[in-house]
């Protein structure tokens, strides 16, 4: 499997601050996306990047941004944390031509 | 708004038996993946069919595809209790970015001893 690791974990926020995720994958791969989990809707897109500084938004990107300036990082920021960002965010990465995308652990945030 | 949309959403069965899954989506897919999500983990890959194909088997696992109905169905047979576990499809389209995958909503599996 990829090697792919989220920091942090686990993250515990109030309303209005700004909040860092970051994904790192040591595989090389080209394409890295963030997604967030909820109860309800599944894995919606907020954000991939198909090179380095090459990003574009997916279906959930507002109150959200992200930033690739090397292949094996992706960071996804918060700008001004509300409570309905309270999810659990996962990073992906996929290599080349290949469709199937490799997934991190998760991030649970609780923005209170 | 969700691509795919998975039947069940929970189900339940004992060890031994075939557990099925389906997808139905709404627009024109290049291929289609199921995924497996164990409690607090990541997703992990488990079978990717294109749209030109029918059927698709590894192992335990067996894809269908049927383009004209926009349907997608995964059987796991002969279950265990390790199978446990929520199964999402995503199908996936060609976009600039490459190949943009949308995750249905999932299926919470439980395999019973």
């Known amino acids: 499997d990829a090697g792919i690791t989220q920091s942090p974990r686990h993250k515990v926020t109030e309303t209005g601050t700004p909040v860092t995720l970051r994904c790192h994958q040591t595989?090389?791969?080209?394409?890295m996306y963030w997604y967030r989990q909820d109860p309800g809707h599944g894995l919606r897109l907020i954000h991939y990047?198909?090179?380095?500084?090459?990003?574009d938004k997916g279906e959930v990107s507002d109150g959200y941004s992200v930033s690739r300036s090397k292949t094996e990082d992706f960071l996804l920021t918060l700008e001004s944390a509300t409570s309905s960002q309270t999810s659990v965010y996962f990073c992906?990465?996929?290599?080349?031509?290949?469709?199937?995308?490799?997934f991190g652990s998760g991030t649970q945030l609780s923005v209170l | 708004s969700q691509q795919g949309e998975e039947d069940p959403q929970a189900l339940s069965i004992q060890e031994g038996e075939n557990a099925t899954m389906n997808c139905s989506y709404k627009?024109?897919?290049?291929?289609l993946q199921w995924y497996r999500q164990n409690s607090g983990r990541g997703l992990v890959h488990l079978i990717l069919i294109r749209s030109n194909e029918r059927e698709k088997h590894s192992g335990r696992l067996r894809v269908t595809l049927d383009t004209s109905k926009k349907s997608s169905s995964l059987l796991i047979t002969a279950s265990r209790a390790a199978d446990t576990a929520s199964y999402f499809c995503a199908t996936g389209t060609f976009t600039g970015g490459g190949n943009k995958l949308t995750f249905g909503t999932g299926t919470q599996l439980k395999v019973e001893l």
């Open positions: 992906a990465s996929r290599g080349g031509e290949g469709e199937k995308l490799f």
């Open positions: 627009t024109s897919i290049n291929n």
């Open positions: 990047s198909y090179g380095v500084k090459d990003t």
């Open positions: 595989e090389n791969h080209r394409y």
